[in-house]
């Protein structure tokens, strides 16, 4: 055997700077506007759940007269309220995790239902106050975002 072999291997040394640091000591703190977006994310999560949770009692026809369930309604309802079902259901777990995409696919589901508002009245109705209600989410959303972009660096 050589003498090399024999040898034990070299302890490492111990560093004081943080270049081995675990990530969290190196990140950076995040701003009073990115949290206030994320916060705003997570109650549109919430909201986005339980409207996913409402589009789907409807499909399962959850406390609807005989009359009135899902298979009564015409095509373009039965269509929409899928479509919403899945949709927002997939939006709240993006928003939840802050994810990028998560906040498209939420985009996507107020710009529908406000274009069904609007633009097909046959399907649900003209309601004004939930096209408020989503234009006016959809602008804070855009506010937030805008003032947490501008406190990142670079």
Same mark, same amino acid.
């Given at each position: 055997?050589?003498?090399?072999?024999?040898?034990?291997?070299?302890?490492?040394t111990?560093?004081?700077?943080?270049?081995d640091?675990?990530v969290?000591?190196?990140?950076?703190?995040?701003?009073?506007?990115?949290?206030?977006?994320?916060?705003?994310?997570r109650?549109?999560?919430g909201?986005?759940?339980?409207?996913?949770l409402?589009?789907?009692?409807?499909?399962?026809s959850?406390?609807a007269?005989?009359?009135?369930?899902?298979?009564?309604?015409?095509?373009?309802?039965?269509s929409?309220?899928?479509?919403f079902?899945? %949709?927002?259901? /997939?939006?709240? /777990?993006?928003?939840?995790l802050?994810?990028?995409?998560?906040a /498209?696919v939420?985009?996507?589901?107020?710009?529908?239902?406000a274009?069904?508002?609007?633009?097909?009245?046959?399907?649900?109705?003209?309601?004004?106050? %939930?096209?408020? /209600?989503?234009?006016?989410?959809?602008?804070f959303?855009?506010w937030?975002? %805008?003032?947490?972009?501008?406190?990142?660096?670079?």
């Amino acid at each position: 055997m050589s003498d090399q072999s024999r040898r034990r291997p070299a302890r490492p040394t111990r560093r004081t700077d943080l270049s081995d640091a675990p990530v969290e000591a190196n990140a950076p703190t995040e701003g009073e506007w990115t949290e206030r977006l994320v916060l705003f994310l997570r109650v549109m999560a919430g909201l986005s759940l339980l409207k996913g949770l409402y589009h789907w009692g409807q499909v399962c026809s959850i406390g609807a007269s005989p009359d009135q369930t899902f298979e009564m309604h015409g095509l373009a309802w039965q269509s929409a309220t899928v479509f919403f079902a899945v %949709i927002d259901l /997939v939006a709240a /777990v993006g928003l939840w995790l802050a994810a990028a995409w998560g906040a /498209v696919v939420w985009l996507t589901s107020v710009v529908s239902m406000a274009v069904v508002e609007v633009f097909f009245p046959g399907v649900y109705g003209t309601n004004l106050f %939930i096209v408020a /209600v989503e234009v006016g989410l959809l602008c804070f959303y855009l506010w937030l975002a %805008i003032h947490a972009a501008r406190e990142q660096p670079g």
